[in-house]
């Protein structure tokens, strides 16, 4: 009956071992989620398109 408690104790040891591999494997999760975030800004197509129809206007109304 004293055998088996003798080989429970050396269990715990082989646990630390996978630990120390298990903190290196979160730390590099956090930098690439960090690089996603910074998304490219949108195209400026739309505000060039107004930019034409108001300087026509604005002549016209000088002219006037």
Do not use: D, N, T
């Amino acid at each position: 009956m004293s055998a088996p408690s003798i080989p429970v104790p050396p269990p715990p040891g082989s646990q630390f071992a996978p630990m120390q591999a298990y903190i290196p494997l979160p730390v590099p999760p956090p930098a690439i989620q960090m690089m996603p975030p910074p998304p490219p800004p949108p195209p400026p197509p739309p505000q060039r398109a107004p930019s034409p129809l108001p300087e026509e206007l604005a002549p016209k109304r000088q002219e006037a």
